[in-house]
């Protein structure tokens, strides 16, 4: 097939994907979550507190995207899977409990109202046992690209107001499920009454007699974590609450006022979720000049950093073949030689390294604090100052 049709034909399908994946979770989104514009969520309030001026964004423009120009279907193919990651590793994990018939309840909504603020929280999966202890376990997914050692800050502010939530209004008809609320007539049940509908089990009138948890499990494509537990806390729940209000106030000003997100807070130094920001093209976080010039030096950039990586995979993979040939071929120590190369495989000593804080252990044991941090000061080298190239994508918005 000649190239040009060839490449033809690959874009044609990689756009077909993300035009499926933009409409799949508009829909989704729909579907579970109803118009994001009219209350605060929780991981809105989480946005909120990384960011006041994406967080605004959000829920004036939404995160709906279209696939306009060409050359922007990588990011926007790359944006998609990421936000929908998430997506499948829930129903994937639904299925798992309800294989395992556990006594779930998927995306519990919670209705509430702050100083006339409208917040809703959606729970992912709530556990609900009176076996012994009544005992309530609230577990919110979260796909990462790879598992941190602790938990953001934004989504432990997310579960701390779901857990605060579902105890202050244990007994406040605020409970139900999306969709199945509007089908009650729109009142929803106290949290007993949902679990004597669901499951046919009486709790406690009062949540203090419950042992109730949040927990966080965090999923990559080959890993998972969990952090928990997340106990129920009345200043988490304020800090929640006060923030809700503040972004609600920020958002609707800048609604009435038409002036978009202008004149909002960004997010402090360093952010991750800033490449990925749908808002990034005119943050003011990063004003600068415009030299379209270096352009074709960016792309050629990031297409060989991507050639880099896909490199090294496949260099990793014919190494790990190699040596397992070697090992097969049974040759006790000697080359194997081929064409114009040989190879072998040899034992190599481990590297060795040295822990610091062991050291710092048994000095302090030896010496005490005041000389083990001056031996340690005098031992310690900084490295010369350099350039570093910071390299960031604008997502254009259409
Ligand atoms: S680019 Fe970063 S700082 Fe700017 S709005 Fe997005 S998340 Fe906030």
Known sequence: MPAQIH????QGLMALIARGLVETSAQRTASSLGDRSQYIGMSDIGRALECPRAAVGRKLFGNGEKLVHQHDLPSLLARQLRLQRGHWFEAGIAQIFRQ??????EQLEIVTSHHGVPIRAHLDFVFASTVGQPTVRILELKSCENIPATLYSSYETQVYGQVGLLHSLWDQPAFGVHGELEKQGGSGFTFPQIC????????PV??????????????????AKAFGPYLSEDTMLALCLNKAEELWLEFDASKVSGAGLDGLATAQGFHPLCSWCEFNADCPKFDGLDQPQWSDTLERLKDLKARQ???????????DGLRTAYALSDVGGSWINAGRHRFRVSAQN???TLNKEQLRLELLAVLGEEKTDAIIARCESEGKPFDRLTVSRINMRS
């Open 100 to 105: 395992q018939r556990l006594p779930v309840i």
């Open 309 to 319: 990586g896909e490199l090294e995979v496949e260099i990793s993979e014919i190494e």
């Open 196 to 203: 004597r509908e669901k499951f046919g089990v009486e709790m």
């Open 206 to 223: 009062h949540p203090s007699e419950v042992d109730i948890e949040a927990w966080v499990l965090c999923l990559s494509m080959s890993d």
């Open 7 to 10: 490449e033809e034909r690959t």
């Open 350 to 352: 481990g590297r060795r």
